[in-house]
DNA sequence: CAACTATCTGGACGATCGTCTCAGAATATC
DNA sequence: GATATTCTGAGACGATCGTCCAGATAGTTG
């Protein structure tokens, strides 16, 4: 991405980045920008002014690096699943090493434990990102464009798990989206320890 | 547009219905145009002026029955999930006495054949609408007082079908929602055949 | 019939929207 | 240094938005 710069947010330094990576810092925080604004006060909050008070630029620095506020939508989809499949990455890549351990003969959590855990966390503390997930998760719907972004974390999903059966592992997938989005409708996210006995069963061969 | 035409469900009389039956008809046929803009151009595309266009009736018309844009959307999506619920109730209604004949001897369609039928309606002709029904779905994780008319269709069918699982029947329902979501997102709408086994699977108890 | 009132509507208001323009600041290249 | 390119940022434009209101219309009641 931008190749020069050591971390994401912006660093101590002056006059070192070049314009191309200033420019690119700046779609970048303007995409950043963009998603927080999208879980606060949904796709319809989203405008070039309120994304650029957000990011702390002028209004026209949203629509020179996007022509068009769609433009800045599709590249805010692309950013977040691009997010969201790395973060599953890296979950998976944490549950299999924890996996190792523990069939090493410790005894740690199960994988149910794992999955409810971060379901409980998804639609509590990270609910306004959720939201913002499937609310783009709606937008790409309507766009075919958005389809591929949309159906990338299922995609790492489906390349990283192992799963001997297909139909039980859409079936998981799907559960796992059904939960999520019908958790967003209720009044009080639930806990880890009322998914986990769901999540076992949906976890069950049959 | 004309002042009194027959309504959509309505006799074809005239001068009968008093003051209060006519503004009822029309608050109603103002949801309904509201429901046909959100399923052709989703949540974002609803504005006074779409509405009142789809409906034929003046701009005003839909500010004196709806006092607010968000009291528009929020009939609607009651409206919606009323007559969501009330289908799934005929649905299996039907059903029923479908299995009551299979029962009887004559072996007509399993419940998963009925079920990836509906499933394939509603991502293939039916799109628009489940579109809809999703986009105030995810209206109703912003506004808690949404939510009851959200969970609406999940209650008709929690209390209609027999279950005695009940954790079998919550990753049915969150399998069934998770299918429908992720049949949004893709290219072509999948057949009955195709969800057939993984709607199977899903009701392979244990 | 006239008075009353719920219902309906055309038009207007200010606010906000998406987008564009353009002068000049910042930076790379020479 | 000088110059070309990229980016910033203040502001303006017309369009559309939500909402409101005064007047017209038409059932209802006395």
Known sequence: ????????????????????????????????????????????????????????????STTYHFATLD???????????????????WMIDRARSREGLR?????????????????????GPRRGRTMAEYELYLLAARRPALRPAARRWLDVLTSMMRHD???????????????LIQGLIDDEPPTAEELRPVVDYLLTPR
């Open 1 to 60: 991405m931008s190749g020069r710069r050591a971390g994401t947010r912006e660093g101590t330094q002056k006059h070192v980045d070049g314009r191309k990576a200033r420019g690119e810092r700046r779609r970048n925080e303007i995409i950043d920008a963009t998603l927080r604004v999208v879980e606060r006060d949904g796709i319809a909050g989203v405008t070039h002014r309120t994304v650029a008070r957000e990011a702390g630029v002028p209004t026209a």
């Open 71 to 89: 433009d800045l939508l599709i590249a805010t989809l692309i950013s977040c699943a691009q997010a969201m499949a790395t973060e599953v990455y």
């Open 165 to 179: 059966d297909d139909v039980a592992f859409r079936v998981f997938l799907a559960g796992i989206d059904g939960l």
């Open 103 to 123: 069939r090493a003969g410790e005894g740690g959590p199960s994988a149910a434990d794992e999955v409810s855990r971060l379901l409980a966390e998804a639609l």
